[in-house]
């Protein structure tokens, strides 16, 4: 077929569906190396609990088209007060007993929802309030090569491998620095990629994660996981400690969450009015 003739084919097809891109935010942890009589994803940072932080990011993100959140009892009621006036929030679930288990459950729920197969998962901790709309972007914009994306940044510190004595931990290997990174959240996925990564683990009883890459690498290793860069602000609020610098970074942050609304709803209205 002809440009031409493809053009006027696609023309007569009419606009394709917007694929979607749901944001899946893991909220269902205790913080027990915090404080877990005081969740972590409710505690107020900057006068905003974390938990909207880390959903309004997400919420006003232009191409994120859902959101899904995942919650334990302990604190579904006071996120769904929260979140009352999130448009993007499709669903609010119960969580598992460890953050993959929560990762299932969202799956679960969205296959169940009928989500197509080329859909674009965005999974981020919701104890990581301040991801940035360029992350944001960079993993969607990834999932347009790769199956899988993940942000992470640079170690500046050499890392090392420890190998278990028993009675000690001695180095057991040496990274170059050079590869070596620190992994964040959003990790992003086509959701054939990611759930069938899943649906693998489900048959090793010894499969352990504390993030979803490892999923895909260990259970679909032809897919590659590509590196976004992340954030040094992307931080994960872990200890108390983190929450001095995570007021910090709050601070630092005042106003600028109005002025990019601002510059994005401008963005917008110029797009429309040039017919874009
Ligand atoms: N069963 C779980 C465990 C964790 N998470 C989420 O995964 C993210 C990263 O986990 P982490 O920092 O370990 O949070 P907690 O599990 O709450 O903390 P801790 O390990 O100290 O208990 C958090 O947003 C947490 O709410 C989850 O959704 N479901
Ligand atoms: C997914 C993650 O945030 C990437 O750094 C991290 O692995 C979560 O780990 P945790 O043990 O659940 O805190």
């Not at 993007?88 to 969205?110: F, P, Y």
């Not at 899988?148 to 170690?155: E, G, I, L, P, Q």
Request: aromatic fraction near 4%.
């Amino acid at each position: 077929m002809t440009e031409q003739a493809n053009q006027k084919h696609a023309a007569a097809r009419g606009p394709r569906p917007q694929m979607p891109v749901v944001a899946v935010v893991l909220a269902a942890g205790f913080g027990t190396r915090l404080d877990p009589g005081h969740p972590k994803q409710l505690l107020e940072v900057g006068g905003k609990a974390v938990i909207s932080w880390s959903v309004e990011a997400f919420e006003r993100h232009p191409a994120v088209t859902d959101i899904v959140v995942v919650v334990n009892p302990q604190v579904r009621a006071q996120i769904e007060g929260l979140l009352g006036s999130c448009t993007k929030l499709r669903m609010v679930i119960s969580g598992g007993s460890n953050r993959a288990d929560s990762t299932v459950e969202a799956l679960q729920a969205l296959a169940s929802a009928g989500i197509p197969e080329e859909a674009k998962i965005l999974i981020h901790d919701a104890v990581r309030p301040f991801v940035n709309a360029r992350t944001i972007d960079a993993c969607i914009e990834a999932l347009d090569e790769f199956n899988a994306a993940t942000a992470a940044v640079k170690s500046t510190d050499t890392v090392l491998l420890g190998r278990d004595l028993g009675e000690g931990t001695v180095v057991g290997s040496v990274p170059d620095r050079g590869r070596t990174f620190r992994a964040q959240t959003p990790q992003a996925f086509r959701f054939h990629t990611i759930r069938s990564a899943y649906d693998r683990a489900a048959h090793d009883p010894d499969f352990q994660a504390t993030d979803d890459t490892r999923a895909v690498l260990e259970f679909m290793p032809d897919e590659m996981v590509t590196i976004v860069a992340g954030d040094e602000t992307n931080i994960k609020i872990t200890r108390p400690e983190d929450l001095l610098y995570a007021e910090r970074i709050a601070a630092s942050l005042d106003g600028q969450d109005v002025k990019r609304q601002a510059m994005e709803e401008m963005h917008q209205m110029l797009a429309s009015a040039l017919g874009q």
